[in-house]
């Protein structure tokens, strides 16, 4: 079993900046990829950015040039940076660990808003 756990979302203007950090409860050995989700209120829960083991990324349109994922195996943590926000990025923000199971985290809440 692997816990995730996500942090640093929060209130931000839009242009403002954020970054997301992702911590599991343990190192995870083997291959596997992390991800970013996000679900706005009445939306079903889309796929943010991809980062796999091998450090290959993928990005959803609407967040590229903007959003960056990365990963520091030595703090078993993902992060999601966040830049140029809008508010239309408002959403609660989930992190996401696939090997032979997929994992959540519980979920940040992001706040685009002037």
């Known amino acids: 079993q692997v816990q995730l756990a996500e942090s640093g979302g929060g209130l931000v203007q839009p242009g403002g900046s954020l970054r997301l950090s992702c911590v599991a409860s343990r190192k995870i050995f083997g291959v596997y990829t992390n991800g970013w989700y996000r679900q706005a209120p009445g939306k079903q829960r889309e796929l943010v950015a991809r980062?796999?083991?091998?450090?290959?990324?993928t990005y959803a349109d609407s967040v590229k040039g903007r959003f960056t994922i990365s990963r520091d195996n030595t703090k078993n943590t993902v992060y999601l940076q966040m830049n140029s926000l809008k508010p239309e990025d408002t959403a609660v923000y989930y992190c996401n660990l696939v090997q032979t199971y997929e994992y959540w985290g519980q979920g940040t809440q992001v706040t685009v808003s002037s």
């Open positions: 980062i796999t083991f091998g450090g290959t990324t």
